[in-house]
């Protein structure tokens, strides 16, 4: 069966005319890579000397890429999704406050979203980024075979202990909770402490996600001694897989501080290990709950053939697709109306405090310049359907 992401009626469901025409303009806009950096400094001069922004950033970017400024007032959002069978996923996306009053601020709201998502049907995950819970110093420092000393020691309790605390929450509430990947040198902390969650809090069902980003050329190896602990342990592994969002940054580091790049050495690399680890998830869903996070059509298109190879039902409970909010609605709109588990991540936060997650979303907009072309073709199409039928 082949999915027909090209359908921009269905894609475009949610959109009145007037989304359409700002989505096209804002994707547009954000091709301009010229213009996308002049932007991006003004930007950071403006939040520096402490100028009025928001208005510009509200009625634009924010308003594509953001549900709200809290879960309140993201509920339109998670209802209007859930109209076309998509549910939500909630993501507070306030980065860089490690102080320990941010860290136990953002422990607090994380809490909450998870006490949200176990009132709303519509919500369908909880999700947290584990730098909002460590001290930076801790992660600054962390390499791997690194000896700890007291300092250090400390700190990683200290930072077991809050996602020990979100994760048990979770498990309290029945909601599946993802924790989101971010750069290679820190990971094996993380994912050390992902498996001791797994471990407590998966042996009914998978309740804790890991993140794997596949174009770090480790992760197929990585993927199968997981799965291999969990069976030996006896728990269900979450598996969260995405590609990867840092690799600019993870090849300036490798070449700084002169260690080999931790990152496949071509895109087609990364894609074959990304579309390798749906097909292991896949032949090991006894154990294994699948989350892919991706806007690659292929993959998604792989995804849906594999399964039903598999003889795998398309709303099967063990396996959810994921899109971001205001990105790729051609794929997750049409997935979700053939029968498919979809989800949206759906960030929320202060204009000011999400700013981190847009400047990414504008850069990843023009660097992958293929998928804003893909956005603005799609819109144009559908645009001048809509105008076919007025005639
Ligand atoms: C629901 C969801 C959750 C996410 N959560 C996370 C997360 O927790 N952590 C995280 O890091 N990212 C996360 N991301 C972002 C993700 O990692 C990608 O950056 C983004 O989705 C683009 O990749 P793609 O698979 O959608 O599409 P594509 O456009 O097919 O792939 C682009 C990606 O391919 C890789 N790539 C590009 N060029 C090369 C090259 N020359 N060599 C090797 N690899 C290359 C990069 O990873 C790049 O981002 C998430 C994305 C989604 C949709």
Aim: charged fraction near 25%; glycine fraction near 4%; hydrophobic fraction near 35%.
């Amino acid at each position: 069966m082949e999915i027909n992401f090209q359908n921009t009626e269905i894609a475009f469901k949610g959109k009145t005319n007037n989304e359409l025409k700002s989505a096209y303009y804002l994707f547009k806009l954000m091709r301009n890579r010229g213009l996308v950096k002049t932007a991006q400094n003004l930007l950071i001069t403006a939040m520096r000397l402490h100028l009025p922004y928001s208005w510009a950033i509200e009625s634009t970017i924010y308003k594509q890429f953001v549900g709200g400024k809290t879960i309140e007032e993201c509920t339109p959002v998670v209802e209007k999704l859930s109209n076309y069978s998509i549910k939500s996923i909630l993501d507070y996306s306030v980065e860089g406050n490690t102080t320990p009053a941010g860290m136990e601020r953002t422990l607090e709201e994380t809490l909450r979203t998870i006490e949200n998502a176990s009132r709303n049907p519509n919500i369908q995950f909880a999700v947290f980024k584990p730098t909002a819970f460590a001290s930076p110093h801790l992660f600054e420092n962390a390499y791997k075979g690194k000896h700890f000393d007291s300092i250090m020691l400390s700190l990683f309790i200290d930072f077991k202990n809050r996602v020990d605390i979100l994760c048990n929450r979770a498990y309290q509430l029945s909601v599946p909770i993802l924790i989101d990947a971010e750069e290679s040198w820190y990971q094996h902390l993380i994912d050390e402490t992902v498996e001791e969650m797994m471990n407590k809090y998966n042996k009914e069902r998978a309740i804790v996600f890991n993140t794997l980003q596949m174009y770090r050329h480790d992760r197929i190896t990585f993927l199968k001694e997981s799965i291999a602990k969990a069976k030996k342990k006896g728990y269900f592994i979450g598996l969260k897989f995405v590609r990867g969002a840092y690799i600019e940054k993870e090849r300036a580091r490798a070449i700084e501080k002169g260690y080999p790049s931790p990152i496949c050495s071509t895109k087609s690399d990364t894609d074959d290990s990304y579309n390798e680890a749906l097909r292991i998830t896949l032949d090991n869903l006894n154990i294994a709950e699948l989350f892919s996070g991706t806007h690659n059509e292929e993959s998604n298109h792989i995804l849906v053939n594999e399964m039903i190879k598999r003889n795998i039902e398309p709303n099967d409970r063990r396996i959810w697709i994921s899109q971001l909010y205001g990105m790729s609605d051609h794929i997750s709109f049409n997935l979700a109306y053939h029968g498919f588990n979809v989800t949206k991540y759906v960030p929320y936060g202060p204009v000011k405090a999400v700013m981190p997650y847009l400047l990414r979303r504008a850069e990843e907009n023009t660097a992958i310049s293929g998928q804003t072309t893909r956005e603005l073709r799609l819109l144009e199409i559908e645009n001048r359907r809509r105008q076919a039928i007025k005639k």
